[in-house]
């Protein structure tokens, strides 16, 4: 686990209500569903502190996490959710956009792919902007437990071919599951790493 306490600190729905900008934070951005709240979950080694859930859209404020003194961790809402009333959806896109484009203090984003999936054309869309922002990204492939051997090498091939068009990725792919605990050690690494 990570060497300090992990605690809620507060939900925020515009930029107006972001804690200072005081020190490094990791983001765990992906399509609604893909897991990012179970990631956190896993990380932290506490089944309940992000909210995750089955339904779509579950996350619908911007997170933010302390993780000891040093760190922020951030759980984003999902984008690319369809069912989600037009108004709301504009409303969570445009936080997440300021969020992603404008965090000075943004270490890295961790971008979820679901590993049955493979990137899609959202993805492509908020790497473009990560990209744009020159904001550091690496791609998580999520629900690993999920998908056979052969499914999972296509789309981690896949992955890695969309990668290609963007400086702001980090070469190396981290897959993982929540369900069983695949690459959560790997990733608590890195972030604990990262300085
Ligand atoms: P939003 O907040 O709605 O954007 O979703 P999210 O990305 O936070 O997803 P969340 O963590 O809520 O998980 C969505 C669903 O996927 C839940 O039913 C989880 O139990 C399930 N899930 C998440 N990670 C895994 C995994 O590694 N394996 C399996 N089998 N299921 C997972
Ligand atoms: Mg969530």
């Not at 930029?15 to 983001?27: F, K, L, Y």
């Not at 040093?70 to 936080?95: H, M």
């Not at 550091?136 to 992955?159: C, G, L, S």
Request: overall charge positive; some cysteine.
């Amino acid at each position: 686990l990570f060497a300090g306490p992990v605690d809620f600190l507060k939900g925020v729905v515009a930029m107006s209500g972001m804690p200072p900008a005081d020190r490094m934070e990791v983001c765990f951005a992906g399509r609604s569903n893909v897991g990012k709240s179970s990631l956190i979950n896993a990380l932290t080694g506490r089944k309940t502190l992000a909210r995750a859930s089955n339904t779509p859209g579950r996350t619908q404020e911007i997170n933010f996490f302390t993780l000891g003194e040093e760190r922020y961790l951030v759980d984003l809402p999902g984008y690319g959710y369809a069912e989600a009333p037009v108004a709301i959806v504009a409303k969570w896109q445009a936080l997440l956009k300021q969020y992603l484009s404008g965090r000075a203090t943004l270490r890295r984003a961790f971008v979820l792919i679901d590993t049955r999936h493979g990137v899609k054309a959202v993805d492509e869309e908020i790497m473009k902007l990560l990209n744009r922002s020159a904001v550091t990204f690496q791609v998580v492939m999520t629900k690993a437990d999920k998908v056979n051997a052969a499914t999972r090498e296509a789309n981690i091939a896949q992955v890695q071919a969309a990668l290609v068009k963007h400086p702001a990725a980090y070469p190396e792919i981290i897959i993982t599951s929540s369900e069983k605990g695949e690459g959560v050690e790997t990733l608590r690494a890195i972030i604990a790493g990262l300085v």
